[in-house]
């Protein structure tokens, strides 16, 4: 399930963050996510929570910043 999209990147930090994103790094925010909803509600969720989509962009640009990928 993803949380996020690259055009959710886009439209929150610009077009040349995006041409360093890695897919890796989208898929691992959302197992990241995944992992702690999990306990709480079964996945796939129905909707996705706006926050939901702004915690995966940011777990996201976090790990390309941190060179995690």
Do not use: K, W
């Not at 959710?8 to 040349?16: A, M, T, V």
């Not at 197992?31 to 796939?44: G, H, K, N, Q, T």
């Amino acid at each position: 399930m993803a949380y996020a999209t690259q055009q959710d990147i886009i439209d929150r930090y610009g077009l040349e963050h995006l041409l360093v994103l890695a897919d890796r790094a989208l898929a691992d925010a959302d197992s990241e996510i995944d992992l702690f909803v999990s306990a709480r509600y079964d996945l796939p969720l129905a909707t996705v929570p706006s926050v939901l989509v702004q915690v995966a962009v940011d777990i996201t640009i976090y790990r390309l910043c941190s060179n995690d990928v």
